[in-house]
């Protein structure tokens, strides 16, 4: 099948029938009926029937669907990078962070760092470590900012900033005299903890870090995001593990933070792309970004 084929047969499939793929691709209808006739022709097979006035899709063209949406996504991606690499340098910076610090750390840096470059226009944006790395390598951003090091050779790493994970519980959740001194690891043991998705490599570093309590804490509720774990907690259901730019951002009203002892070190990254220069006005964004996790820290 041809790339115009494809399209037809997406078009039809998603309208239902020749007159609506014609309007939805803005072309004439007999232009759409002779693309799908010649698809036909070349696969040796029919792709729809009509049925009762309307056009179902046959088995054969319902087994090559799967492939064909395939095809389809690897082309939208070849159209953004396309529009990624027509965009004039200097015109604009694209930032991204995972959701814990696009909520924590990203909305006073950038009010700080726009004060500096009033006519840069910045677009912003969130997403998990996965996906930024794969929006770097496709040129649809221009940095992203991470607590998990990628290792992917087409990126450049650099340290912003030290930290260490902490415990989060509902106001409450320890005595006084417990608020005083840092949570041992061993008191984890057996306790029911709001847990991240094992998918989340924050998530698989901390159960390497957990891997010699016994018993192993249990987890109770599991949640996709940082930010989530806190809501649950604030909430007053009980007692997560995450990173402190998110625990910090708690209210003290409902919440309680402890420090763990041994502590469990996280770092602050930056990602750009290894094979050409960011955009010089990045190393202030990185600085300041830098500077405000460094404050963010000391308040631990």
């Known amino acids: 099948m041809r790339l115009r084929h494809i399209e037809i047969f997406q078009a039809i499939r998603q309208t239902g029938s020749v007159s609506a793929a014609a309007q939805l691709l803005h072309v004439s209808q007999p232009a759409v009926t002779k693309v799908l006739q010649h698809a036909e022709l070349q696969l040796g097979f029919p792709l729809f029937l009509r049925v009762r006035g309307k056009l179902q899709p046959t088995p054969e063209a319902l087994a ?22 027509r ?20 909305p006073p840096v950038i009010l700080e760092w726009t004060r500096n470059y009033p006519d840069i226009a910045c677009e912003l944006s969130s997403d998990h470590s996965r996906e930024l790395v794969h929006k770097l390598l496709m040129r649809e951003i221009d940095v992203a900012l991470t607590l998990n090091v990628s290792g992917h050779p087409g990126l450049t790493t650099q340290v912003l900033a030290d930290g260490v994970l902490v415990a989060l519980a509902s106001k ?17 043991a057996g306790a029911p903890l709001i847990g991240l998705s094992s998918a989340d490599p924050l998530a698989a ?21 940082y930010s989530l774990a806190r809501a649950m907690v604030e909430s007053g259901a009980g007692l997560t593990v995450i990173d402190p730019f998110t625990a910090l951002g708690a209210s003290t009203a409902t919440t309680c933070i402890r420090p763990l002892t041994p502590p469990l070190p ?27 996790a460094r404050e963010l820290l000391e308040r631990l």
């Open 266 to 292: 996280i770092t602050l990254y930056a990602l750009t792309r290894a094979d050409e220069p960011p955009p010089h006005m990045l190393a202030n964004l990185l600085e300041i970004f830098g500077t405000r």
């Open 64 to 85: 090559l669907e799967r492939e064909v949406e395939k095809v389809t996504e690897s082309l939208q991606g070849v159209r953004r990078l396309a529009k990624s690499l």
């Open 172 to 188: 409450g959740y320890w005595s006084e005299a417990e608020m005083s001194r840092p949570l041992p690891l061993a008191d984890l």
């Open 205 to 225: 570093k901390l159960d390497s870090y957990l891997q010699n309590v016994d018993p192993a804490p249990r987890v109770t509720i599991s949640v996709q995001t």
């Open 87 to 106: 965009r004039a340098p200097g015109q604009s910076v694209r930032i991204a962070a995972t959701p814990a610090l696009a909520l924590s750390l990203l």
